[in-house]
């Protein structure tokens, strides 16, 4: 009993305390050329990759012009503030929203955050540019918003529960 108690525990500890290794393995779910460019945005220099909510990454299209695009759960490094990294096909430049850059008066933490994955079609119809896909992010049990590109920026609609 006591063996496996403490088997248990260790399982644990390291969900919790990722170790080098670990991290480095959870890179490898990721696309090697999308990593290597996210690794080379400025905007990423400030930040680390959040790896406390599984998956750390969602893949679409979010601006709707067809190529695929990638967000990412990040880190501040210096504030510690979380919130989503985006690299768009159709924008030369990377986007944060969160992580200490306030976002349509949603606050510029993204903590809260515990769930995502990206919305369905028929949620950003007549909202997004094109078929730009948004993503559904949520504080579980609690409640979200959908985050969507209008064609210029990153807009959030409230009081909405994906299906
Ligand atoms: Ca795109």
Redesign the pocket.
């Known amino acids: 009993m006591t063996k496996l108690i403490l088997t248990t525990l260790a399982i644990l500890s390291s969900a919790f305390g990722q170790t080098d290794a670990q991290i480095e393995y959870m890179k490898w779910n990721m696309p090697t050329s999308e990593y290597k460019e996210l690794k080379t945005s400025l905007l990423f220099k400030e930040c680390d990759i959040r790896f406390d909510v599984n998956p750390f990454f969602q893949r679409d299209?979010?601006?709707?012009?067809?190529?695929?695009?990638l967000a990412v759960l990040v880190e501040n490094k210096s504030n510690g503030k979380q919130g989503i990294h985006f690299s768009?096909?159709?924008q030369e430049s990377k986007i944060l929203i969160g992580a200490g850059k306030t976002f349509d008066k949603r606050g510029d933490d993204f903590s809260w955050l515990g769930v995502w994955r990206v919305a369905h079609p028929k949620r950003t119809a007549g909202l997004s540019k094109g078929s730009a896909r948004g993503l559904w992010v949520e504080k579980p049990e609690s409640g979200g918003m959908l985050i969507y590109w209008d064609g210029t920026n990153f807009k959030r609609k409230k009081d909405v529960f994906d299906e």
């Open positions: 299209d979010f601006d709707g012009d067809g190529v695929i695009d768009l096909s159709s």
